[in-house]
């Protein structure tokens, strides 16, 4: 390495680091494979060039660089290895550069065994371009006809075999749902011409792209030419090197370099590859490097947009791997990838970040900004997911860049996700030829997501193939939904769901009508029968979980969807029935397979109870009705309206079509909780005009405190009914109860009507008390009866308060000078679809209390004008003001006609 390096050979007492000046060029002339010690760093300010006759390990405690680190495709045979040892943290101080470096107070602290790019540039182009990092294994050579379970020999393409030589490791992916059955075994010996690999030991027979495609394993080349390894810290084998590319915008080059214990579990910002606060880094590489035995995560893009990762490898690493840390990222390029042996974090980052972050449930790709673009990637298995949508804030509305020709296989938990949290793109994303097969559950778990098109997706061998729970406008277009495949070994597992819809929209307080549910156009299902799989199976199914109400309102189509005939659950819809789930409509649009249709005509598949004469049944809980057109709609009412019983009668002649109950309430258990939330009576109607009434359960005609026809999304067969064909009949005014708008005031035999925000932090006995200790927030609310509104009248509101602190206190001295209890009525309209609200304060004062037990009066009243008369629905909010962590009690509320 020219005597400057030469000299530091052995050299134990410099103070500061081996640095090469700004301004010169050191070309490195080791090429018998010595050994150079640098205990105190090597600090690159000029270029450091590696030709390709170099040959050497250099051992250090860090290396920056601030000019270029310059290495070539080695000759064959030559390694360069960079090898860091030591504990201490280091510092660089850009006080002596320009000021285009970061600068941080007292010297930025790189962390230990730290390779750091600080507004220099890598320019590491250290593997063949003719030579794969990766690829579909293409066959094997049995080694007898009676021993087919194993194999030596390996078929690759002609460019591997010529790469891949003697003594290179190989890593062939799991063959199986178990991430951990994949395989490592070394090449002993090649055959160039006929590109056979000859393995130092037998391995399981794997599936080869020759004999099942795509659901053939990958095999991969774990070694580089250029390594980067690190020791790990004596007491703590986690603890390994980093590379990091410090807030440097210069273009960066990373290619074929082999990158071995680097991470550092539970430090912020210490991982194998970083791009950190780099902004626009157009032009900057990562390809055909590997990264494995990784402490923390694998490749990381943090604040940095426009980066290309191409070609790599990741092997037995920890966390989430391919990785864009802030969800700001965008346009960076993630194409050609391949990552397993992806395991959980065992220390997260939270602590750091203040972010919540979920490295304990790792994924091979972890796609926080959607905005960036996926080509050709392979999940090739892990802990938990493969390709997981977890995004925050903004980047929760964001739009797809591209997602294309991917494939997830090998996961324990998911191969593509959204959950738990939000991803709601504002236009359509198109998600391309995904393929996910060999999940232990689910291949795909679309969570409160929407506008997602799968074009030519397939799905094999999961668990659940797909999981749509509170999916709005999701579409399955050209695409293959297998229950087992060939490719499968024989094992032992639970009954198979193809596709899993749910009942509700994720929107379900839009009421546009014009949000679908799920839609199924050209979907083939295979191998679903007892006969092929081994189990009775279910090709289509609803979930029975996270329904707020046990209600149908996400308008579900199929469009040339071909069945498996053989199979003997097509699609199963009792589960859900059993719990009270009976209003399902299913629009069968095109039916050329009869997989439907005895007739192969369109229709409706419908619950019983929309069936009528000329319905055919399909199964136990499914009719089918040819010709129908039907669409639903919700009526809203208050939760109270439970016991009454929605009649639909047909306008023409008053004859009954069918009587509704209002949906049940899952999930949250409390009919208090959720204190804007409606009750629904759902129905399916065909064409025609209608009138709505309600009764009781002696049959006379009552109304709830209000009800609000809304239409979900219209079917795509031609007539169908509208707003304009639906009537509410309203009760006569006078027989309405108008002269008090609130109902069970008194709380003397219980809370019927009232609700709140929070959960268990109002108590009721024979008057309300809010326990939590913080009452902000915390609003008594019901439901008034919006037909009594009528304008010029004038509405008296009153209720007699105590407030007290956490230690029972009384704090009524402070509700004098300041109104701590405000009367507010949030008026509701609702025009064809469209909605919207505002409050109504009512003007408030407050008095001695003349009821024994209370302390303050606080009463108001509302002038009912033209425009809040025509409110659908009304909501009288008591909002407790400047109360800090302080508690009430409220009694006698009124709301009196004067």
């Given at each position: 390495m020219i005597e400057a390096v030469a000299n530091a050979v052995n050299t134990t007492d410099l103070d500061e680091a081996l640095t090469i000046p700004c301004g010169s060029c050191v070309i490195v002339d080791h090429y018998q494979g010595e050994v150079v010690d640098l205990p105190n760093g090597l600090r690159v300010d000029g270029m450091l060039y590696f030709p390709p006759s170099s040959n050497l390990t250099i051992k250090t405690t860090h290396v920056f660089v601030i000019g270029m680190l310059k290495i070539d495709v080695p000759n064959s045979g030559n390694q360069i290895t960079f090898s860091l040892y030591g504990e201490d943290n280091v510092l660089f101080n850009s006080d002596d550069y320009s000021d285009d470096l970061p600068t941080c107070t007292d010297g930025c602290n790189l962390g230990s065994k730290p390779i750091a790019i600080i507004g220099g540039r890598l320019e590491i182009q250290a593997y063949p371009p003719t030579c794969p990092g990766w690829e579909k294994l293409q066959g094997v050579i049995l080694e007898s006809e009676e021993d087919s379970k194993f194999s030596q020999k390996l078929i690759v393409s002609r460019e591997s075999a010529e790469c891949w030589g003697a003594g290179t490791e190989l890593v062939l992916t799991s063959h199986t749902l178990y991430d951990g059955d994949r395989q490592v075994a070394t090449v002993e010996d090649v055959d160039l011409i006929n590109g056979i690999i000859y393995l130092s030991r037998k391995i399981s027979r794997p599936l080869t792209f020759l004999e099942h495609g795509d659901f053939g394993v990958e095999v991969a080349s774990l070694n580089r030419p250029v390594v980067f390894e690190a020791e790990s810290h004596q007491d703590d084998e986690l603890m390994g090197g980093h590379l990091i590319i410090f807030g440097t915008s210069t273009l960066q080059h990373l290619e074929g370099v082999e990158i071995r214990n680097f991470g550092q579990q539970g430090l912020l910002g210490r991982y194998p590859t970083h791009f950190h606060f780099c902004g626009d880094a157009t032009g900057s590489v990562m390809?055909?490097?590997?990264?494995?035995?990784?402490?923390?995560?694998?490749?990381?893009?943090?604040?940095?947009?426009?980066?290309?990762?191409?070609?790599?490898?990741?092997?037995?690493?920890?966390?989430?791997?391919?990785?864009?840390?802030?969800?700001?990222?965008?346009n960076n390029i993630f194409r050609g990838n391949l990552g397993l042996g992806v395991k959980n974090a065992k220390r997260l980052l939270s602590h750091l970040s203040g972010k919540t972050e979920t490295d304990d449930q790792s994924s091979v790709f972890w796609i926080s900004n959607p905005m960036n673009y996926f080509y050709g990637n392979i999940a090739a298995g892990g802990e938990s997911a493969g390709f997981w949508f977890e995004t925050n804030g903004a980047a929760r509305y964001m739009n797809l860049g591209a997602f294309d020709n991917n494939q997830a296989h090998s996961s324990a938990r998911f191969g593509f996700t959204t959950y738990p949290l939000i991803w709601k793109p504002e236009s359509e994303a198109i998600i391309n030829n995904l393929k996910v097969y060999r999940i232990q559950q689910r291949g795909l778990f679309l969570h409160n997501t929407r506008l997602l098109t799968f074009n030519g997706c397939v799905l094999a061998d999961n668990l659940r193939s797909a999981d749509i729970l509170q999916g709005d406008d999701i579409i399955f277009r050209d695409s293959k939904i297998i229950g087992r495949s060939s490719s499968l070994a024989p094992f032992q597992r639970r009954v198979l769901s193809g596709i899993v819809l749910h009942a509700t929209k994720s929107a379900r307080f839009d009421y546009s009508g014009t949000i679908l549910g799920t839609t199924l156009e050209n979907v083939v299902f295979e191998n679903w029968s007892e006969e092929a799989s081994g189990h009775q199976n279910v090709e289509i199914s609803f979930a029975k979980s996270h329904m707020y109400t046990v209600s149908f309102y996400a308008p579900h189509s199929f469009r040339n969807v071909t069945l498996d005939k053989d199979a003997t659950g097509t699609i199963d819809v009792c589960l859900v029935e059993s719990i009270g789930l009976d209003d399902i409509i299913i629009e069968i649009d095109s039916d050329p397979s009869g997989s439907f249709s005895p007739s192969f005509q369109p229709g409706f598949l419908v619950s019983p109870k929309f069936s009528d004469s000329d319905c055919i049944r399909h199964n136990e809980c499914l009719f089918f009705c040819e010709g129908a057109c039907l669409r639903t709609l919700r009526m809203l009412t208050s939760l109270s309206a439970s016991e009454y019983e929605m009649v639909v009668t047909y306008s023409i002649n008053d004859s009954e079509l069918l009587r509704v109950n209002r949906a049940t309430r899952d999930f949250v258990a409390s009919e208090h909780y959720g204190p804007h939330e409606d009750g629904y009576h759902t129905v399916a109607l065909p064409a025609g005009t209608f009138r709505f009434h309600f009764e009781d359960d002696t049959g006379a005609v009552v109304f709830p405190k209000y009800a609000i026809p809304v239409f979900e999304a219209a079917p795509k067969c031609g007539m169908f009914v509208d707003y304009d064909d639906v009537t509410v009949v309203l009760p006569d005014r006078a027989n309405a109860g108008c002269s008090n708008l609130v109902t069970n005031g008194s709380f003397d035999t219980s809370i019927t009507g009232w609700r709140w925000s929070g959960r268990q932090d109002m108590i009721w006995s024979s008057e309300l008390k809010a326990l939590d200790t913080n009452a902000i927030g915390r609003h008594p609310s019901q439901f008034l009866k919006a037909n009594c509104l009528k304008a010029g009248d004038t509405y008296d509101f009153s209720m007699v308060l105590n407030v007290f602190n956490v230690n029972g206190e009384n704090l009524a001295i402070d509700c004098w000078s300041n109104i701590c209890m405000e009367i507010v009525v949030r008026l509701f309209f609702y025009e064809r679809g469209s909605s919207s609200h505002y409050d109504v304060r009512v003007p408030s004062d407050i008095v001695e209390s003349t009821k024994a037990g209370f302390d303050l009066?606080?009463?108001?009243?509302?002038?009912?004008?033209?425009?809040?008369?025509?409110?659908?629905?009304?909501?009288?909010?008591l909002t407790p003001r400047r109360l800090g962590n302080s508690r009430f009690i409220i009694d006698d509320v009124q709301g009196v006609l004067a």
């Open positions: 390809k055909k490097n590997v990264v494995r035995q990784s402490n923390q995560r694998c490749f990381v893009i943090h604040q940095t947009d426009s980066v290309l990762i191409e070609d790599n490898v990741s092997f037995d690493t920890f966390g989430h791997c391919y990785f864009l840390e802030d969800g700001v990222e965008e009066n606080v009463s108001g009243t509302w002038n009912i004008n033209n425009e809040q008369a025509q409110a659908d629905k009304a909501q009288l909010i």
